[in-house]
């Protein structure tokens, strides 16, 4: 288990360095990040290196037991670099430059600072590969967080590279693309621009491409200053950090790359609700390279500097987001960053060594968490450290980028949803794995798969595996529309997964927007993208239907969104018709289908042709795992108290305000006592191996927290 953060040693005067140390040893730290934004120290000029600093960090810190995961310091190019090459630097999509004087002013796909960014690399790890102190390679750091996309004339020229090599030829490109439509007709790819500025909508083919241009080319960043990394000889594993569900970077894509998954995450403590944000990017980070553990490289002691306000987290609220981490896989628990600085943007951030001293909450609570940490026993990590997840819930970066382009029926914000039906489940305590739509699917019972607008040919044959071999599907509104060019396919909406819905849309019918649009069910690292959509219009002024009032067999349902009016398909020659078990109960589509399942092969399909609100996710969710014989985690009522397998491990977590009792029988991780309950303060949590009692869920005695009620599982199957 590492335990660290972030350490920017060049901020300060080096006897400041032994007390680090010091203090680090106080702390239970095992780990330190360094060299994240030392580009200028090391590299003062583009001919001249300067290792001693550096040395003697490294030194120290190994003689004093601690590890260093070390930084490539590519993240963030100094002035000179850009004064000798301007072309180095970023355009928005106006053009505009994006100077030097913050950090991370490079363009990806700039020759020069591939070139500089290589030849750091290739210095640093010449020099440090065999240091007794290095146990892990940083490369970069957070690569897109600010800049998500780059239109220079270096990305408009690596763009057409990358466009060549997808499409073979300019007719291919103009085919997919649907060119002939407003006379975008490219004569060559030399014609082609990144999605510039433009008098309207670009061509939304283009823009969707241009997206997965950009994710390959961070990633191809990365992918140069690993092979550097492993063509030295350096044994260490190779890591950068991820930001949850962070827009521009296919994170399926990347995994495979990285030995070790590491994640940033800044749940908010203004809200109460941001621990289930939290938990699904856990879930995702465990879920991109499952049976591995992954690192918790950075979250805030206490606030952040960056939001509109910087509420500080509650007493105990750091311990429990970093258990919860601990729970869903993490072995693994970092900061940014050791300690505050005193200068620059960032000096109102929290950090481990607090700039109000060590007489404070933040450095009581860093020491505690350090102590619990050193304490625990080896964790169930491969097989035996799985999340036991019977559910799946599909998410994709190509959907996303396809969903949210402009000129559709309703502005939707993927990842918002995807959050709520997560949070829906999470709210119920049923464990969820993320999965690709081409992911293996054996082993699970439920496959959600929410707004799958974008779904290729070979996803959409992976979910239709997945019914006729047993499982059951549950697919909502606006879901297997266009092919993987953004293109609606032959024959009618619902193409891909005709044979196991057994219904097609007719007519999208969407409403006006609720007032929840863009408002994200929790909250993650920097952030993960997930605001942004404004309600179209005030209560009470609006001219259409805002929402779809539907009947199902587990009680009324209101819909946002859409109310689509579906067509029921003859079935073909592998099953039966859909069955209509919910009907819209009101409004324009009154008395038509909006809820039907179908039953091919040995399993079965749910459509939904509309989006629920955040009761109706719940219910919905609640009805199909109960149908595919789901249990949860933890039975209990209280959805403040939230539960997670490792293997026989089960974290339970209290996010509410009141104190409660949670009847468990196992060991008490941390203390080795055997125990049949656990008594959990606000934000107070347990980790009990229930190895003997693994198979059953355990259910939880209700304390008096406040909670909406939510029946069990079992009693709704
Ligand atoms: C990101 C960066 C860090 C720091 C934190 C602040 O995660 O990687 O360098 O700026 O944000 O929250």
């Not at 601690?66 to 000798?84: E, G, K, Q, Y």
């Not at 995994?255 to 990017?281: H, M």
């Not at 869903?328 to 951030?349: C, L, M, P, T, V």
Request: a negative charge.
């Amino acid at each position: 288990m590492h335990y660290g953060g972030d350490y920017n040693p060049e901020q300060w005067p080096e006897e400041v360095w032994h007390d680090d140390v010091r203090l680090m040893r106080e702390a239970g730290v095992t780990m330190v990040t360094v060299g994240v934004f030392s580009w200028a120290r090391i590299q003062p000029d583009e001919h001249s290196f300067d290792w001693g600093w550096l040395d003697r960090v490294l030194d120290l810190l190994h003689e004093n037991g601690i590890a260093v995961d070390l930084a490539t310091a590519t993240a963030s190019p100094p002035p000179w670099a850009s004064t000798a090459y301007p072309e180095m630097l970023p355009q928005d999509e106006n053009g505009a430059v994006y100077w030097p004087g913050s950090r991370q002013a490079y363009a990806p796909s700039s020759p020069v600072y591939r070139r500089l960014a290589a030849r750091l690399v290739t210095e640093l790890v010449g020099r440090y590969a065999a240091h007794p102190a290095v146990a892990m390679w940083h490369v970069n750091n957070e690569y897109g967080c600010h800049l998500h996309y780059d239109y220079s004339d270096n990305a408009a020229v690596a763009f057409r590279l990358w466009l060549a090599g997808r499409y073979g030829s300019v007719e291919a490109l103009n085919e997919a693309w649907g060119t002939l439509f407003w006379s975008q007709r490219y004569g060559s790819f030399d014609e082609i621009v990144p999605p510039r500025k433009a008098p309207y909508s670009h061509n939304p083919a283009g823009v969707l491409d241009f997206k997965r241009f950009t994710s390959d080319t961070l990633l191809g960043l990365f992918r140069m200053e690993r092979d550097i990394i492993k063509a030295s000889g350096a044994a260490q594993p190779v890591t950068t950090n991820f930001m949850g569900f962070f827009p521009p970077a296919d994170y399926w894509a990347w995994a495979p790359e990285l030995d070790v998954i590491s994640d940033d995450n800044y749940a908010d403590p203004n809200d109460p609700e941001s621990f289930r944000g939290a938990a699904f990017t856990r879930d995702l980070m465990r879920s991109l390279k499952p049976g591995t553990p992954w690192i918790l490289m950075e979250q805030a002691t206490n606030s952040v500097n960056w939001r509109p306000s910087n509420a500080p987290k509650a007493p105990g609220q750091m311990a429990a987001l970093s258990m919860q981490a601990v729970g869903r896989g993490a072995d693994g628990i970092n900061f940014f960053q050791w300690r505050q600085s005193r200068r620059g943007s960032e000096k109102f951030h929290s950090s481990m060594v607090p700039q109000a001293g060590l007489e404070t909450r933040t450095w009581r609570e860093v020491v505690a968490l350090g102590e619990t940490l050193g304490r625990l026993p080896a964790l169930p990590a491969g097989a035996a450290g799985g999340s036991g997840a019977s559910v799946a819930l599909v998410i994709d970066w190509e959907n996303r980028w396809a969903l949210e382009n402009p000129d559709h029926p309703v502005v939707l914000d993927y990842a918002q949803l995807v959050q709520r039906w997560y949070s829906a489940l999470h709210r119920q305590n049923v464990a969820v794995d993320l999965v690709h739509p081409t992911s293996a699917l054996d082993g699970y019972a439920l496959v959600v798969a929410p707004q799958l607008y974008l779904l290729g040919s070979a996803g959409a044959a992976n979910l239709s595996a997945f019914v006729r071999g047993g499982g059951h599907l549950l697919v909502s509104a606006f879901s297997d529309v266009v092919d993987e060019t953004d293109a609606f396919r032959e024959g009618g909406f619902q193409v891909g997964l005709r044979e196991v819905l057994g219904v097609a849309v007719e007519d999208f019918g969407a409403l006006v927007l609720p007032a929840s649009a863009g408002r994200a069910a929790g909250d993650s690292a920097g952030d993960a993208g997930v605001g942004g959509v404004a309600g179209a219009s005030a209560p009470g002024s609006a001219p259409g239907e805002s929402r779809a009032p539907i009947d199902t067999p587990f009680g009324a349902l209101t819909g946002e969104y859409f109310a689509e009016e579906l067509q029921l398909l003859a079935p073909g020659d592998s099953g039966e018709p859909a069955e209509v078990l919910g009907r819209y109960s009101g409004g324009r589509l009154a008395g038509l289908p909006a809820l039907t399942s179908k039953a091919t092969g040995a399993g079965r399909a749910h459509y939904l042709a509309t989006i629920p609100d955040d009761d109706g996710m719940l219910a919905v969710t609640r009805w199909a795992a109960g149908l595919a014989g789901v249990q949860p985690v933890l039975d209990t009522p209280n959805e403040w108290v939230e539960a997670a397998r490792r293997g026989s491990l089960l974290t339970i977590i209290n996010h509410g305000t009141e104190p409660v009792e949670v009847a468990v029988t196992g060991v008490d991780v941390v203390s080795g006592a055997s125990v049949t309950a656990v008594s959990l303060e606000r934000f107070g949590w347990a980790l009990v191996d229930t190895a003997p009692v693994a198979a059953a869920p355990v259910s939880a005695a209700s304390g008096p927290a406040a909670s909406t009620s939510v029946p069990s599982t079992q009693e709704l199957s």
